[in-house]
C-alpha cells in the first residue's frame, strides 16, 4: 500500500503476524504501516475511507510524521509577579516623607500631582496604625462596617478605579509558561496606571470631615469588582460550559484558559467565534499539558522526575499567533478548527469536554470550529474522567475520533451521526457496546475496540451497518457467538482474537459474506466443524482459525479460493487429511498459498509450511 492508502498490488505482505508468542492474536495495520500490538497481519488495499462529504478526507494520519522534540522544563524558571504588597511604613500620609512605589501600583505624576499645600491627614488625631490593619493587595475585597463613609458627603465612585489584582497572571507552578519561548510582557497583567488615573482632585477627602479611625478596617469601595469579572469573561460566560462555573474557579483550568485568552494582542476585537475558539483550545491546552491525574499518580515511573510537559507547544504558548498557526491544530478556510492531532505529544490529565465548543453543530456550536477529526492517539498518559458524553456533541461533520492508547475509560457513548473512523482501541473502556450506540450509522466504515474489557456480548447492530468494511473486536472480554456477523455486506477485515467467551459454531450464512477478504478469529472457544459455504468466500485472502475448538475435516471446497495466501488450522481437534485440491495451491506453477498449517500429527498433510501453533507462529 502506498503513502495515499492505493494497493501496489493484490498480495498480502505477512509479517511477523503470528509470530510473536502463542498468546498473541493478529493484530491491526495502522495507518503508518505498523500493527498496533506489535503483530503484523498487513492487508493489502486497506485502506481508511474517506467521508462523503465536505471535508471529503478524513484518513488516519500515520502518527509518525509527527515532530517531537523535547522543550526546556519551564517549571525550572516560573514566572513570578513582579508587584510587591503595599505595606505601610507607620508614617503619616505625607506625600514628601512616603514616596508611592511605582512598581506597585504606579501613579502618573503628570496626571494627578499630589498637592503638597493641601490640608494634610493630622497624624496625631488620626494615625494609621501600620499592624493594625495592613493592606493586603491580594486579599479580597472587604466591605466596612466599622465607619461607613457617609456617600452623600464624600462620593467614592466604584467604577472610578476598579481594583483587578490578578487581572491576568498565569498559575507559575500549575501550568507555568515557557519564558523562553513565549515571555509574558509583564506590563499585559498588572494595572495600566494610565488606564485608570487617579485624581486626588475628583474625590478629595476632608480629613475633617471624615476622620481616620485608627484602629477601623481599611476602606475599600464595595463596587470594586473581584476576580473573574473582565470583560472577556463577560463575553465568554455564555458559551462556556455548566454556565460558566470554571471561570471563577482560580484553580480551574477554564479560569486559566481565560487568562490565556484575555494575553492575546487584539483580544478586544475578536468575534465571539474567534474567542471562544481560543478559549476551547486553551482548555485542552490548560487541562492536559503538565497535569497529573490518577494515572500517572499511581505510575512509581512518576516518582522524583519533574512532571512532564507537552513534547511541542509550537503556538500554543504565544500571544500574538493566531490558533490555526498552532501546533497540531488545522483550520478550514473560513479560519474555523476543523483538526486536532496531538498524538504522541505526551498529553497528561483530563481531556475536557471543551473541545464540543469547536463542533460545527449542536448544542455548543460557537461558530469557531467546523471540527471533523479529534486524534490524540498515543498518549497513554492522557485520562478523561471516565466521561466521553462529550463525542455525542461533536456536530454533523465529526468523522473521525481516535483515542487509541490513551487512558480514556468508561463507556461508548452515543455517537455522531456521520462518524466513518472510531477508534478507542488499547484503552479503558469497559461499557457502551449497544445497539443504541451504533444503530444508524450508515457512514460507519472502521471500528476499532481491541483491548478493552466490555465484559459483553457482541451486538448485532454490526451487521446491519452498511458501509462498515474494518472491525476488530480483539482481547475485548467479548462472549456470546458469532451471529452479530449474519448481513454484513461491506466488510472486508474483521478480526476478533483472544475472547474466551466466544463459543458457538462457523455459521454457514458467513460463506454468503463475499466482500470478506482477511478474517482472524484465533484463541477462542468457537466448537463445530469448517462449513462448506467458506468455499464460497472469492476474495478471501488471508484466514486465521487457529486455537479454538474446532472438529472434523477440512472441506475441498477451500480449494476454490484462488486468492487464498495463508490458512492457519492448527490448534484444533481437526482430523483427516488436508484436501489435494488446497494442496495444489501450494505447488508450482500457482503457488498461491504461501502458508498452510494444521497439526500434522492428527491431519495428514504434505504439503503444509507448518504443523503446530509453536511452528507457524515463530
Given at each position: ?124 488625631t ?16 472587604i ?40 515571555p ?43 476576580v ?15 454556565g ?21 494582542v ?50 500554543w504558548d504565544?500571544?500574538?499567533?493566531d ?38 453543530d ?5 461558530g ?89 456480548t457482541i ?16 482481547d ?21 482474537d ?28 468457537v466448537?463445530?466443524?469448517l462449513?462448506?459455504t467458506?468455499?464460497n468466500?472469492e ?51 500457482t ?16 504439503c ?6 509453536l511452528?507457524?507462529?515463530?
Amino acid at each position: 500500500m502506498d503513502s495515499e492508502g492505493n494497493s501496489g498490488s493484490n498480495t498480502f505482505v505477512v509479517g511477523g503476524g503470528n509470530s510473536d508468542a502463542l498468546t498473541v492474536p493478529p493484530m491491526i495495520i495502522g495507518p503508518n504501516g505498523m500493527a498496533c500490538n506489535g503483530i503484523i497481519h498487513a492487508l493489502d488495499g486497506v485502506i481508511l475511507p474517506e467521508p462523503e462529504k465536505p471535508p471529503t478526507d478524513a484518513p488516519v494520519v500515520d502518527p509518525t510524521p509527527a515532530p517531537v522534540g523535547p522543550v526546556p522544563n519551564p517549571t525550572a524558571a516560573p514566572i513570578t509577579p513582579t508587584t510587591e504588597p503595599v505595606i505601610p511604613t507607620g508614617a503619616p500620609a505625607d506625600p514628601t516623607t512616603v514616596p508611592i512605589d511605582p512598581t506597585a501600583v504606579p501613579i502618573d505624576p503628570t496626571t494627578a500631582p499630589i498637592d503638597p499645600t493641601a490640608t494634610p491627614i493630622d497624624p496625631t488625631t488620626a494615625p494609621i496604625d501600620p499592624t493594625a490593619a495592613p493592606i493586603d493587595p491580594t486579599a479580597a475585597p472587604i466591605v466596612p462596617t466599622a465607619v461607613p463613609i457617609d456617600p452623600t458627603a464624600v462620593p467614592i465612585d466604584p467604577t472610578a478605579a476598579p481594583i483587578e489584582p490578578t487581572a491576568a497572571p498565569i498559575e507559575p507552578t500549575t501550568a507555568p509558561i515557557e519564558p523562553t519561548t513565549a515571555p509574558i510582557d509583564p506590563t499585559a497583567a498588572p494595572i495600566d496606571p494610565t488606564a485608570v488615573p487617579i485624581d486626588p482632585t475628583a474625590v478629595p477627602i476632608d480629613p475633617t470631615a471624615v476622620p481616620i479611625d485608627p484602629t477601623a478596617v481599611p476602606i475599600v469601595p464595595t463596587g470594586a469588582p473581584t476576580v473573574g469579572t473582565s470583560g472577556i469573561q463577560a463575553r465568554l460566560t455564555p458559551f462556556a460550559l455548566n454556565g460558566g462555573v470554571g471561570l471563577e474557579d482560580t484553580n480551574s483550568y477554564q479560569y486559566k484558559a481565560l487568562k490565556q485568552v484575555e494575553l492575546q494582542v487584539g483580544v478586544d476585537d475578536f468575534s465571539d467565534a474567534k474567542l471562544t475558539q481560543y478559549y476551547a483550545l486553551y482548555c485542552i491546552y490548560f487541562a492536559t499539558n503538565g497535569v497529573s491525574n490518577q494515572i500517572t499518580d499511581a505510575d512509581p515511573r512518576f516518582v522524583g522526575i519533574p512532571f512532564p510537559n507537552w513534547l511541542v507547544i509550537t503556538g500554543w504558548d504565544q500571544i500574538d499567533v493566531d490558533p490555526c498557526d498552532w501546533y497540531g491544530i488545522v483550520c478550514d478556510s473560513q479560519s474555523r478548527v476543523s483538526t486536532i492531532d496531538l498524538f504522541e505529544n505526551l498529553l497528561t490529565g483530563a481531556f475536557p469536554p471543551e473541545v464540543s465548543l469547536l463542533s460545527l453543530d449542536g448544542p455548543y456550536s460557537t461558530g469557531g470550529g467546523n471540527l471533523f477529526r479529534v486524534d490524540i492517539f498515543r498518549n497513554e498518559f492522557c485520562y478523561n474522567n471516565a466521561d466521553n458524553s462529550w463525542m455525542s456533541d461533536l456536530g454533523s461533520n465529526m468523522t473521525t475520533i481516535i483515542v487509541e492508547e490513551t487512558a480514556f475509560a468508561g463507556d461508548i457513548p452515543r455517537l455522531p451521526e456521520f462518524l466513518v473512523n472510531f477508534d478507542i482501541s488499547f484503552a479503558f473502556f469497559t461499557g457502551g457496546l449497544t445497539e443504541d450506540n451504533f444503530e444508524g450509522l450508515d457512514k460507519l466504515s472502521f471500528v476499532d475496540l481491541d483491548g478493552n474489557a466490555f465484559n459483553s456480548t457482541i451486538p448485532s447492530v454490526f451487521g446491519r451497518l452498511p458501509s462498515l468494511e474494518f472491525l476488530y473486536l480483539s482481547d475485548s472480554f467479548l462472549s456470546g457467538d458469532l451471529s452479530y456477523m449474519e448481513g454484513m455486506s461491506s466488510i472486508r477485515e474483521h478480526w476478533i482474537d483472544t475472547n474466551p467467551g466466544l463459543k458457538g459454531p462457523i455459521y454457514d450464512f458467513i460463506g454468503d459474506i463475499t466482500t470478506l477478504e482477511s478474517w482472524s478469529m484465533t484463541f477462542n472457544s468457537v466448537t463445530g466443524t469448517l462449513p462448506t459455504t467458506l468455499g464460497n468466500l472469492e476474495n478471501m485472502k488471508q484466514m486465521w482459525l487457529y486455537s479454538n475448538q474446532l472438529t472434523g475435516t477440512i472441506p475441498s471446497e477451500l480449494g476454490n479460493l484462488s486468492n487464498m495466501k495463508i490458512l492457519q488450522l492448527e490448534g484444533n481437534a481437526l482430523s483427516g487429511s488436508m484436501p489435494p485440491e488446497i494442496c495444489a495451491n501450494t505447488a508450482f506453477p500457482t503457488m498461491i498459498i504461501e502458508t498452510l498449517g494444521v497439526d500434522c500429527d492428527v491431519v495428514d498433510c504434505s504439503c503444509c509450511t507448518c504443523c503446530s501453533v509453536l511452528e507457524c507462529t515463530t
